[in-house]
């Protein structure tokens, strides 16, 4: 089997304490993979930690425990390593009218990349071929533009062709989409399903929004609090979510028929991360748990192991039906 | 008659960039009406227009008849009483909308102390009710905007609108950067505050099913004209305009497997709004186009009960033209 593309293992990554708070936990202890030709969707709210997760897994941040592997090497974090490992894992960011620099045209932008690579001969071919496999045709049409003279989707474009200049094997897009109208939207995510077709290219997409998981992913993988709280096939996680989170997500999207499960409160601090399942304070299901209910106390005393890259799996001590042995202990622990 | 009634609106910045081309529509008390489009289609500066906040740059034309009133022509002592008390806007993004450096219970007490003939202790008593009712805990009452979080900022912008109690709200974009279940939280919301206050809201976005889920009507505007209106069920079940499908399919329901790896878009972009083209405007971009969409022009026809569609395939002629 060949390795993953890109790969986290027991990854930490610890803010240090500020104004008098705790460290902030952002990631905490996550696994997940990328597999070659693989696209997966990371899914989860504002403050869960998956920008943050995306950014470690990109090189930008060092983590502080556990770490990132790429085609089954370690990454180093020597500045040297750093950059052979950048010319094939490209992260695209949210907002493309930040991203680029006002003041540089397409050609400059796109360029800047293989420039720092040193990859100076053929530099006006890997531009104008970087721009046609991003949509962007002719690319001569495009070269001299300045950003202000794009539309939101075009500079998106830009902001693409720019990773994929360096001919990467990965792209790591952050929200990819959310800035973008209704009717660009699918376009964009069209060009990142057909580059996968043509180029094999893996892709990790960290959004908010489900339904982008359901247009291109294969595997989802749902973030809460700094954990994947469930992980697995499209199908299996968005038709039959077994996490009470997945399934508040799955029930608030308009359009759905189901009865909307609104979770009070917004999503807790990565500085104070609550005891046992970390959900739980939120937690429709332990909300409707009977007060004499010996599961409660797994819920807010027992922790839930971090879940495997490698098979589908769900974080919840309730998400099955309990075992005779699980009700025994819950009852020990009581 | 209706609280609300646009007739024949346009609106042109500058010289000749004429973002708005003849939209009316009507609302009635109580009733809630969602604007769709992309982004340059015209949706905000309706909005804007209805209550005349439109930079000085922009001309405008036509009727904005607000319980009867133009607001377009009325004079500006009686427009500051209108804006607030009559009809107040939920802007998006609430952390440029609200000034950073004010207390959240200053800036909902400003509109109610100059808008009514009221004391500091009952503004200040007003403003802990209104909080309350948006979710916000009224102890918050002395912070800055900085230290809530994005729902909550959203909610504190809708508390002001509310504050003078009017009769209509306009929310531009207001769940637009927010989390899909901050989202959710907002939506329920406003749906609870205008069955509730019998309030009239006309809410603006791109996202045609986040309009679907909260208000009776739904308007598509594409490149300054409404293209289709209706109600909202029947408008998502069978949209009679190929651009109203468009957007409505851009968000995927989970579970259609016609969506599943298949997203779905519009290539192209909208047209130049300095041009005046003979036809339909979305016929470079309308995956149904046949040859007369080029040339005929197009306006708003009957297509069902309360219902209307700028396409030609409305009409009985044109039924079959396409197939």
């Not at chain 1, 040297?80 to 680029?100: C, E, I, S, W």
């Amino acid at each position: 089997m060949t390795s993953p593309a890109l790969e986290a293992r027991d990854l930490e990554v610890t803010f240090p304490p500020r104004r008098g708070r705790g460290p902030a936990r952002a990631v905490d202890g996550v696994n997940l993979t990328v597999g070659a030709g693989e696209i997966v969707a990371l899914i989860g709210e504002s403050g869960c930690g998956k920008s943050t997760l995306a950014r470690a897994l990109v090189g930008l941040i060092r983590p502080t425990a556990g770490e990132v592997r790429y085609q089954g090497t370690t990454l180093g974090y020597s500045s040297k390593a750093l950059k052979q490992f950048r010319r094939h894992t490209q992260l695209v960011l949210q907002d493309p009218g930040g991203a680029l620099n006002p003041k540089q045209n397409v050609f400059d932008a796109v360029a800047e990349g293989p420039r720092l690579h040193g990859l100076r001969s053929g530099l006006p071919e890997r531009v104008h071929d970087a721009l046609a496999r991003a949509g962007l045709r002719p690319p001569e049409q495009f070269v001299n533009r300045y950003p202000h003279e794009l539309s939101g989707g075009q500079q998106q474009r830009v902001v693409i062709a720019g990773a994929l200049a360096l001919d990467p094997s990965v792209i790591v897009a952050d929200e990819p989409v959310a800035s973008l109208d209704a009717s660009v939207r699918g376009e964009i995510l069209r060009l990142i399903l057909d580059l996968r077709g043509s180029l094999g290219l893996s892709a990790l997409v960290v959004s908010h929004d489900l339904g982008l998981a359901w247009n291109i992913a294969d595997r989802v993988a749902v973030m809460y609090l700094g954990r994947i709280v469930e992980q697995g096939t499209v199908e299996e996680v968005l038709l039959r979510p077994k996490h009470p989170y997945t399934q508040a997500l799955i029930s608030v999207l308009p359009g759905t028929d189901a009865e909307s499960v609104l979770l009070r409160g917004e999503p807790p601090d990565p500085t104070a991360v609550p005891g046992g399942c970390r959900f739980h304070p939120r937690c429709q299901r332990f909300a409707a748990l009977d007060a004499s209910d010996d599961r409660r106390t797994l819920c807010t005393g027992r922790d839930l192991p971090v879940l495997d890259a490698d098979r589908p799996g769900v974080a919840c001590h309730l998400a099955d039906a309990p075992t005779h042995e699980e009700r025994r202990e819950s009852s020990d622990i009581s | 008659m209706s609280l609300l009634e646009v007739h024949d609106l346009n609106v042109t910045y500058g010289v000749d960039v004429q973002a708005v081309r003849g939209v009316s529509f009507s609302l009635d008390a109580g009733q809630t009406l969602g604007v769709a489009g992309e982004s340059g289609s015209g949706k905000s500066t309706v909005a804007l227009s209805l209550l005349r906040l439109l930079p000085s740059s922009a001309r405008i034309s036509g009727d904005v008849l607000l319980g009867g009133e133009d607001v377009l022509t009325m004079g500006w002592g009686r427009l500051r009483a209108v804006r607030w008390s009559e009809a107040s806007i939920v802007f998006q993004g609430a952390m440029s909308a609200l000034n950073p450096v004010r207390t959240i219970g200053e800036q909902i007490r400003e509109p109610i102390l100059l808008h009514e003939k009221v004391g500091i202790r009952a503004a200040r008593e007003r403003t802990a009710e209104l909080l309350d009712s948006v979710g916000v805990p009224a102890r918050r009452v002395g912070a800055y905007p900085h230290e809530l979080s994005g729902g909550q900022r959203q909610r504190v912008m809708i508390a002001m609108a509310l504050a003078c109690r009017p009769a209509l709200i306009i929310a531009d974009e207001p769940t637009t950067a927010l989390d899909v279940i901050v989202q959710a939280q907002i939506l329920s919301l406003l749906a609870d505050l205008v069955r509730e206050s019998h309030i009239s809201m006309i809410m603006i976005s791109h996202d045609l099913s986040v309009l679907a889920e909260t208000c009776d009507r739904l308007a598509v505007m594409y490149a300054g004209r409404i293209v289709e209106i209706g109600t909202s069920r029947q408008m998502i079940a069978e949209p009679r305009h190929p651009y109203t499908r468009a957007l409505s399919s851009a968000f995927p329901t989970i579970g259609d497997p016609a969506s599943r790896l298949a997203p779905s878009g519009l290539p192209g972009d909208p047209p130049d709004p300095r041009l005046v083209a003979s036809g339909c405007p979305f016929e470079p971009r309308c995956p149904e186009a046949f040859a007369e969409c080029s040339t005929h022009s197009v306006e708003l026809w009957p297509a069902g009960t309360g219902r209307e569609s700028a396409c030609l395939k409305v009409l009985p002629g044109f039924a079959k033209a396409s197939a």
